[in-house]
């Protein structure tokens, strides 16, 4: 008799019951309080049965025969052998014991940088942190791909980047904005997803009632589906990177037709004396007018004119998008965004002021209530040394070499092994070929991987781990961005030998001699019960119950009510600034940073300032690859996750990932819809299949990040890659000294058609 049955869970695209029969996943169900589910909750079952499941631990063929004096060039094309888990974790205990001996725990680099699992015990990198911070440390990482500009700038600008997590509430914005002004839009394709999970997908609705209240929307960016068609937003679409231009060109507007609020700046602000000079042009001879703006963004003069006239004349609410951010001097949009906003005076009112990042994911700027939800603790690392997160192939190819980071000045440390979890590099970094020529100057690569993805095959050592089906957790968003806490209730038993971390590291912490200090005792659901208690405990000192562990674990989810009242970002400091200041030397928002002027950096000058990136629709290079590259955030699975599975593969075009071209560059190359296009400039090349609209303005293309890296010649650097992984292209170059974030959207290219005998 066929046994059915039923358990919840959550993702970072949503939460769903998974169907379950004899062990066997065959469907999952939407959550049922949530009004607009995520399709992509419909690909788990592919991705738990798949064939693409790694079955054992496993050993590439020579590393299993030579160790780490393997040939490091015999990565991604080798095949792996299959061993015991004995063997794996005899073998690593004794690669990391070697390593550690003959150059230091810093020469080890745990990156794990990915978004894992969503729930709170079983954190792919949270568990091997801890583990590694027991026997010694390792070199990790700081900053993010997603946010890495910005969260090293807003610190001098406003003095706690948490107002990049807590905008002001679109209940807010619903009732009081007049005009919503995006730079890179308000991406629906991108809030179906959070990064603890999301329970329900509030944020269109609010979108929707925003609209319907009479807001306007302006769309400032190339692609105009960056709006949805309900929203009615208008298109300005101006040329890639060219946002700072276009923010200096609303500013000069402002000033010199009397229309910024001087009150505001005198006392919330500090240094415009020392930004006037620049905006006016009387430091370099150049005004950042109306005039000089379009002839870099190609919006026409008289509507950038028109457009600070309006905002003027409306309670504006400025946001701009992370996408912004990962290009060339990336600080620069966010920080000209500042100096608009409160040349507007609108920071701190209901509906006004400034934001960074709607449209970003699922939740941001619903109206939550704040409760702490403890995920496992990681411990202190021995080891200080650390990398910005994006400079991981500068670290591997220039050991010793010095650079500057925040202020700064530090050395890459010789990284001899890494151990990956949780994350996939070859999604997330740039120039995958720069970066298989750093991989291979590490002498051993461990990953922790449920699946054989492009990581796996790059590594020497594999551990098969298990997926979020496999095991008991529960998951949450903090209710900083959702207000439910949920169950993830183990669906089916671990699949072929999978084994959760935390066991893998028990093994390990014995073998080590830090059991007891690893473990404190607990088992997993022991540790479960132990974080879910940790939880009531402080939400109750927060004002929020939470019920018992068996009563939330029987019923599976349980929601926070949304606070009474409108959150509006800097109200207080708005109220009485003296009484609440800033976290900033002056106590107000800098305009112009001191600090940052004295670390004398020149891609990151004291205040918002226009600089030329290294690739763009303006510079010279144009002449040989003509096309500016946008890879933004894919509709259809989240980053990399699940890009095998029938939700993505269903928006595959020509088998590939689809390119989006405008029909003026298309009909230039005689290229139509649905054909098989390669993409190239000098750093690498991918097959893409071809999209052709009118949404993207002439000279850019687009492609989603996420295609799993598949290089037609494995282990071969220079390779083409056969998916459409878009980062084969992608320049890698920090955004400046302050930050050393990625700036995967400053790339040129150029697009022609492929055959396959070609």
Known sequence: MTSKREAISGAHWGLFRAQIEDNKIVGVKPFEKDPHPSPMIEATPDLVHSDLRITAPAVRQGYLENGHQSDTSKRGAESFVEVTWDQALDLIHGELTRVFKEHGNESLFAGSYGWASAGK???????????????????????NYSAGAITY????????????????????????????????????????????????????????????????????????????????????PCRPNTDTAMMLGLCHTLYTEALWDQAFINRYCVGIEKILPYLTGASDGQPKSAEWAAEITEIPAEQIRTLARKMAASRTLVNVSLSIQRADHGEQPYWAALLLAAMLGEIGLPGGGIAYGFGTSAGLGVPRKMA?????????????????????????????KAYQFNGEERHYPDIRAIWWAGGNPFHHHQDLNRLLRGWQKAETVIV?????????????????????????????????????????????????????????????????????????????????????????????????????????????????????EPY????????????????????????????????????????????????????????????????????????????????????????????????????????????????????????????????????????????????????????????????????????????????????????QRFEIDD
């Open 153 to 236: 700038l807003a610190p001098y600008l406003f003095g706690d980047p948490w107002f990049l997590f807590a905008p002001t509430s679109w209940s807010s914005i619903a009732e009081h904005t007049e005009l919503f002004v995006s730079f890179g839009g308000v991406p629906s394709k991108n809030m179906q997803a959070d990064q603890g999970g999301i329970g329900a997908h509030d944020g269109l609705d609010w979108l929707a009632r925003t609209k319907a209240n009479g807001t306007e929307f302006i769309n400032i960016g190339p692609i105009a589906t960056d709006m949805d068609d309900s929203l009615g937003a208008q298109w300005l």
């Open 568 to 751: 509006v970002a800097f109200a207080p400091f708005r109220a009485d600034p003296e009484a609440n200041p800033l976290r900033t030397p002056s106590g107000k928002f800098e305009l112009f940073s001191e600090t940052i002027a004295e670390f004398g950096y020149d891609d990151c000058p004291g205040h918002p300032a226009w600089l030329e990136p290294a690739e763009w629709l303006g510079s010279p290079l144009v002449e040989k690859f003509p096309l500016h590259l946008i890879s933004n955030q894919p509709s259809a699975r989240l980053h990399g996750q699940f890009d095998p599975g029938r939700v993505s593969q269903q928006t595959k075009v020509a088998g590939r990932e689809p390119i989006t071209m405008h029909p003026v560059d298309a009909t230039r190359r005689g290229l139509i819809s649905g054909e098989l296009v390669k993409v190239f400039n000098d750093r690498g090349a991918c097959l893409a299949g071809l999209v052709v609209s009118e949404s993207i303005r002439p000279g850019v293309i687009q492609i989603s990040t996420g295609a799993w890296f598949d290089p037609l010649e494995p282990g071969v650097i220079g390779s083409l890659d056969n998916s459409g992984n878009v980062n084969m292209l992608t320049l890698d170059k920090g955004t400046s000294k302050l930050a050393q974030a990625p700036i995967s959207q400053t790339t040129l290219v150029d697009v």
């Open 448 to 564: 922790n991987e449920p699946w054989w993805t492009p990581i796996a095959r790059q590594a020497d050592i594999v551990l098969p781990a298990t997926t979020s089906l496999e095991r008991n957790d529960f998951g949450s968003a903090n209710f900083a961005t959702d207000r439910y806490l949920f169950a993830m209730q183990q669906a089916v038993a671990p699949q072929h030998q999978a084994r959760d971390e935390y066991d893998i590291y028990a093994d390990l912490a014995t073998r080590f001699g830090v059991e007891e200090t690893f473990t404190e005792g607990r088992d997993s659901q022991q540790w479960l019960e132990h974080l879910y208690e940790e939880s009531r405990q402080a939400s109750a000192k927060a004002g929020i119950e939470l019920p018992e562990f068996e009563q939330f674990w029987e019923v599976g989810y349980h929601e926070v009510p949304p606070p009474t």
């Open 372 to 400: 702490p939800v403890m995920s496992v603790p990681t411990g202190k690392n021995p080891v200080s040394q650390f990398i910005p997160v994006a400079r991981i192939t500068d670290a591997l190819l220039n050991p010793g």
């Open 121 to 143: 015990f079983h954190v792919a990198p949270s568990q091997l942190h801890r583990f590694l911070n027991q026997v010694g440390g390792f070199t990790f990482h700081k900053g």
